[in-house]
Structure formats: C-alpha cells, structure tokens
C-alpha cells in the first residue's frame, strides 16, 4: 500500500488511516515531540549543546528578548508547523508545512542538522515502538489463529 497524506486543506484527517497507519502516524508524532524538545533545550544533533549563534544575530536576538541560544524559536512559527505530514505503513514523514518555513529549515540545516533523530530521540521512539508492539501482541495472536492473513 502507498503512503497517506494526514492533511487535507491544512486539517489532519486520521479518519482515512487503517490500523497499521494510525500507529505509524503516533510513533511519527513522539519522534517529531523528541526532535522539538531537544530544540527547545538548544541541543544538537548528537545531545550535545548547538553551534553558537553568529555574534551580530545573538546580539539582536538578545535584544529581542529571546536569548541568544540556537533554539529556532525567534517566531516560533518554524517549529511549530514542523509536524507529520506522509504516513505508510513502514514510514512516517514529517515535513515543515509552509514554503516560507522550509526555505528558513533548509538555511538552518546546512547551519546544523537538526531535522534528524539524536541518540535519545532514537531511544525515545524504541521505547514507543515497544508500547505499540505490546498493545498489538494480542491481536497479533487472535489474528493467527482464527486464520487471518499471513504474509
């Protein structure tokens, strides 16, 4: 099966999804929740604190009353509109939402990465893909046995 847009006419629309779908959506949303808190903590891609601003911008940024850490939260619209956007059954996208938006990521990629998973990002999707594989044990189970599909 292809992948599923969650979005129709910027409103996510989860009624569309199967079961297999819904899942990957929810380990998309605690992966996309991990990258954006480790953001917030001005953290880079391996947990270890972000590049340092240039010297001219921490200094407007600071006047600005937002500090001078790389938190990518000036406006806050970046990270904000930096959701899931494509679900498969063995893949979830997630995507900024705005053209506006993904110019200013893609100029703070080549900066730092920061659209990837760091190694507690990663552990912190392990930990829901586990919750998610025992919830669906028991289903698995009943499936089997009463004949269902079997690839």
Known sequence: MGSVRVYQ?????????NFKQRQMYELGSVGVATVK??????????????KPLRKGYAIWKTKQGKGNRRNLTLSGDMLRNFEVRTVSEKRAKASLTTRKNRIKGWANQHIEAWTVFSPKNAAAVVKAAQKVIEAMKPRLLVERFLGGRQR
Not at 9 to 17: G, H, I, M, V, W
């Open 9 to 17: 006419k910027k409103q996510l629309r989860l009624d569309l999804l």
């Open 37 to 50: 808190e480790r953001l917030a903590a001005s953290q880079g891609p391996e947990d270890s604190p972000a």
